[in-house]
């Protein structure tokens, strides 16, 4: 079955630091890529996305790459503020609808 | 409406219970998901509906759990007999259409003691 890889956390950076969290997968066919992100006390929004190999999904300063021959999605921001710190989960879709995701990654940010 | 609501926030139930959450998606949402998220984990898939049709129900860990959208619309997730190991967020998201993007409602947080 699919299944998605991604480092544990929880990872604590200064503010201005590079982030970058891994993110790999397993699935049958080809699954879009997904980062959602949790902020304290709300519900799940959806990060950014891919849909096919090569595909490089952005939003907020956030990017990540659909790497196929490395079954990889890793989710890179130059430069972290406090208010990134969240959870960050990686997730694909398959055909059938159905979204697998990891188990999350805690960010926190210093100042 | 403005996005995915779920009823109740949180839910205490005593060990043997019924309880009942639901959901309201998106107005004209087609797709809609339920997943349950334990502390600490990620969500893990529960059911998928399709306008009022429920697609697949995989994820369903027992027959204590069960899921209806009686009208395309609304959907109530039903757990009977609570157990301890049922104590989680419960997700519900809704998309447009198929290949669309979900949106995730704030969940239940549902507590069994």
């Known amino acids: 079955g699919n299944s998605v890889t991604q480092m544990e956390g929880p990872v604590t950076l200064s503010e201005e630091a590079f982030l970058t969290i891994n993110c790999t997968y397993t699935?049958?066919?080809?699954?879009?890529l997904f980062w959602y992100v949790q902020y304290p006390g709300e519900g799940l929004q959806l990060l950014l996305k891919?849909?096919?190999?090569?595909d490089k999904g952005s939003n907020k300063g956030f990017e990540a790459t659909y790497r196929k021959e490395t079954t990889s999605f890793h989710l890179e921001k130059g430069s972290v503020q406090v208010s990134d710190s969240a959870v960050y989960f990686c997730?694909?879709?398959?055909?059938?609808?159905?979204?697998?995701f990891g188990i999350g990654t805690k960010l926190q940010v210093i100042p | 409406g403005a996005g995915v609501s779920q009823s109740p926030r949180y839910k205490v139930a005593k060990r043997g219970q019924d309880v009942a959450l639901r959901c309201d998606p998106i107005?004209?949402?087609?797709?809609l998901f339920w997943y349950q998220q334990a502390l600490g984990q990620g969500p893990e898939f529960l059911t998928y509906?399709?306008?009022?049709?429920?697609?697949?129900k995989s994820g369903l860990p027992s027959d204590r759990f069960f899921a209806e959208r009686p009208e395309g619309s609304v959907s109530t997730l039903k757990i009977q007999r609570t157990q301890q190991e049922d104590s989680a967020v419960y997700l519900c998201?809704?998309?447009?259409?198929?290949?669309?993007?979900?949106?995730f409602g704030q969940g239940t947080r549902l507590t069994v003691v």
């Open positions: 998201a809704s998309s447009r259409r198929a290949n669309t993007e979900a949106f």
């Open positions: 699935a049958t066919g080809y699954p879009s």
């Open positions: 891919a849909t096919k190999a090569d």
């Open positions: 997730a694909l879709s398959d055909p059938a609808q159905k979204v697998t």
């Open positions: 107005s004209g949402h087609v797709s």
């Open positions: 509906f399709q306008n009022e049709a429920q697609l697949d």
